[in-house]
């Protein structure tokens, strides 16, 4: 049996392992809580600090391959393993241009990729000569992560708000729609695109609140969305699931708006509602499987479970019971012990063949299902 | 966090601990082999005998709830553990009566619940007097499973291979069909019906060949099916899943075969093909959670795959790489280290409208995922 690691105990990791029962895989995590949701789904848990190299490069070596449930990894060590014969998902080339936000937009503008204009900052300092740009997101370079790391700066009053440290300030487009494509590239570069899905964003904590897939789009945006997400991981040359977000403007046009190299949560339906999931779709690339079916087998709907604000501590779930009685749900709970606001919880799948329901069991659930502290 | 322990590591503890990763719950298995299939899956695995009091009450005390994941444990530990209050699925009075065949067969005369005509057979000489009841199945009373402790006995000749211990001598009857119905019973006593199975054997090793689901029953053998499904669980008195499984003779007659206390081979296709999966299931009804919906999603069929015959050692997979491409195939691979002649190595689901399209993947698999040693 082939070994393999993950960097990150989190759901994402949970989900992965779970995926991975299917399969004849020696299953290896490391990560910094030994209670982390991923601890105790894995033959080998190593407490270790996935940032520093020499944890990385110990819990790497001998392994036969390594993939990441977060960007925020130490990419030295991960060149070294990689040198050393370790296979990589994704290569560490391809992790070091999305990791850092300022390399993934030069490297879409050198691609010709289309995405908003941006201008790079590299201290608070230089947003003051900046007024014309605005508005603007404001994103730093590194170590941002679900809604930390980004200012809306509308106004020259909300410079104060910009990051003293490298970042992008990215021009506000009017955005029509939010589209994110999962994207499978095997090792010798098949590419398979999962349907693409409608996000609907929670505007405080810039976190998903709910998504539909497949989207809903005209043939000839469908088109231009899988045309540009192709090309974004054809050009990261890179094996391993890439999630590729895009904009459509108020103009039609297309933009990516970031890619995040590994199993991402909005591809969290395709657990129920597509023949192959995105995390067996992973172990199949690293396994050296040949691709699964990214087909839905049911339109879906997601409602992520987020730390209810207010409450911090060990975790409990208001509402489960009713939620746990609609008929076309599938709970997810990740199992964190400590809850606190905006923290990911768990999440919830709907399906069904029709927008209406979907759209009307996501609200009972996202208004019905509540995370709180005990 | 409720503590809940698995008493045996095989592939239904693997599958009950990849569908508890979605709930709240800590996670306790007990199996002699701690590279078992699910050792790895739980919070605390313990290597311990299940048929042994001493490791069965130890593993139990201090848990909040045991479940069983074959027949053959120490029933005196869990009535010990049931009377201080843990909470154990089955019951320690229903599997009690299950594991005994001679006991469960006199339970469905006692509950008038049709079935075989038997006679009880305390050794050998004894079924010398019996040869007006030839043709029959003699089925020893302690310790059968996956085909073992079954006999044919179809002229006085055989008896020489009858058992030699307590036992049932069952006629035989003329089937039409097999059907098996998982069925879900909730701590206060609902019930809920998967949609029966028709299930097809391997005559030599007596063991599952492959399945469709739903069955092709008309209207009024459905309802006796379910009807009779019904009463046995009514009858055992015990929340938990249960597997009921029915002969359908040429008379049309419907009758018990046997019951199995637990999720069962037949219920697998309940992963991908329905709403709430057999080891979904039994989480709620273990965590006190509404039942959840048994209607399927999609028809399947599903083929077990088992160690080919003249192979013993590190198991590999000839053919895994086509089935794999089955677009409508989902792979279960239970990472079992060993195969031997007949062992359960895993199991493929095929999802399709078509019964022909079912049975046409099914037998693709069937013949061309071969499961050798390296």
Same mark, same amino acid.
């Not at 370790?86 to 560490?92: D, E, T």
């Not at 009017?174 to 590419?191: C, D, L, P, Q």
């Not at 076309?328 to 919880?345: C, D, L, Q, S």
């Given at each position: 049996?082939?070994?393999?690691?993950?960097?990150?105990?989190?759901?994402?990791?949970?989900?992965?392992?779970?995926?991975?029962?299917? !399969?004849?895989? #020696?299953?290896?995590?490391?990560?910094?809580?030994?209670?982390?949701?991923?601890?105790?789904?894995?033959? &080998?848990?190593?407490?270790?600090?996935?940032?520093?190299?020499?944890?990385?490069?110990? *819990?790497?070596?001998?392994?036969?391959?390594?993939?990441?449930?977060? #960007?925020?990894?130490?990419?030295?060590?991960?060149?070294?393993?990689?040198?050393?014969?370790?296979?990589?998902?994704?290569?560490?080339?391809?992790?070091?241009?999305?990791?850092?936000?300022?390399?993934?937009?030069?490297?879409?503008?050198?691609?010709?990729?289309?995405?908003?204009?941006?201008?790079?900052?590299?201290?608070?300092?230089?947003?003051?000569?900046?007024?014309?740009?605005?508005?603007?997101?404001?994103?730093?370079?590194?170590?941002?992560?679900?809604?930390?790391?980004?200012?809306?700066?509308?106004?020259?009053?909300? %410079?104060?708000?910009?990051?003293?440290?490298?970042?992008?300030?990215?021009?506000?487009?009017?955005?029509?729609?939010?589209?994110?494509?999962?994207?499978?590239?095997?090792?010798? +570069?098949?590419?398979?695109?999962?349907?693409?899905?409608?996000?609907? %964003?929670?505007?405080?904590?810039?976190?998903?609140?709910?998504?539909?897939?497949?989207?809903?789009?005209?043939?000839?945006?469908?088109?231009?969305?899988?045309?540009?997400?192709?090309?974004?991981?054809?050009?990261?040359?890179?094996?391993?699931?890439?999630?590729?977000?895009? *904009?459509?403007?108020?103009?039609?046009?297309?933009?990516?708006?970031?890619?995040?190299?590994?199993?991402?949560?909005?591809?969290?339906?395709?657990?129920?509602?597509?023949?192959?999931?995105?995390?067996?779709?992973?172990?199949?690339?690293?396994?050296?499987?040949?691709?699964?079916?990214?087909? &839905?087998?049911?339109?879906?709907?997601?409602?992520?479970?987020? +730390?209810?604000? +207010?409450?911090?501590?060990?975790?409990?779930?208001?509402?489960?019971?009713?939620?746990?009685?609609?008929?076309?749900?599938?709970?997810?709970? !990740?199992?964190?012990?400590?809850?606190?606001?905006?923290?990911?919880?768990? &999440?919830?799948?709907?399906?069904?063949?029709?927008?209406?329901?979907?759209?009307?069991?996501?609200?009972?659930?996202?208004?019905?299902?509540?995370?709180?502290?005990?």
């Amino acid at each position: 049996m082939k070994k393999v690691g993950i960097l990150g105990g989190g759901q994402l990791g949970r989900m992965l392992l779970q995926a991975a029962a299917n !399969y004849p895989v #020696e299953t290896f995590v490391m990560e910094n809580d030994s209670e982390c949701p991923a601890a105790n789904l894995c033959h &080998h848990f190593a407490k270790g600090d996935i940032t520093k190299f020499e944890d990385v490069y110990a *819990f790497g070596k001998g392994l036969d391959a390594l993939t990441i449930e977060i #960007e925020s990894v130490n990419e030295a060590a991960l060149e070294k393993l990689e040198a050393e014969g370790v296979l990589i998902y994704p290569k560490p080339a391809a992790l070091k241009i999305i990791k850092n936000k300022i390399l993934q937009k030069q490297f879409y503008k050198a691609q010709e990729i289309p995405t908003s204009e941006f201008v790079v900052t590299t201290s608070r300092e230089a947003l003051l000569q900046l007024t014309d740009f605005l508005p603007a997101a404001h994103k730093i370079g590194l170590g941002g992560y679900d809604g930390k790391g980004v200012e809306l700066l509308r106004t020259s009053e909300d %410079f104060s708000r910009g990051f003293d440290a490298p970042a992008i300030l990215e021009k506000l487009v009017t955005i029509k729609k939010e589209i994110a494509v999962i994207i499978a590239v095997s090792n010798s +570069g098949e590419i398979r695109l999962y349907p693409p899905v409608d996000m609907v %964003f929670d505007s405080r904590l810039n976190l998903l609140d709910y998504q539909i897939s497949p989207a809903d789009l005209p043939q000839n945006l469908l088109w231009k969305v899988e045309a540009i997400a192709r090309k974004v991981v054809k050009d990261l040359q890179s094996p391993g699931i890439f999630a590729v977000e895009l *904009f459509i403007d108020d103009k039609d046009n297309v933009l990516v708006n970031e890619t995040a190299p590994r199993v991402h949560n909005s591809g969290h339906h395709t657990i129920e509602a597509n023949y192959c999931s995105q995390f067996d779709m992973l172990w199949r690339i690293i396994l050296g499987y040949p691709l699964g079916n990214t087909n &839905h087998i049911f339109p879906a709907a997601i409602v992520n479970l987020l +730390g209810a604000d +207010g409450f911090t501590g060990p975790a409990y779930y208001e509402g489960l019971q009713e939620v746990l009685q609609i008929e076309n749900a599938f709970v997810h709970i !990740y199992g964190k012990k400590e809850t606190k606001p905006g923290r990911k919880m768990g &999440h919830v799948t709907i399906l069904s063949r029709e927008k209406q329901e979907l759209i009307h069991q996501a609200n009972r659930v996202k208004f019905g299902l509540i995370v709180k502290s005990q």
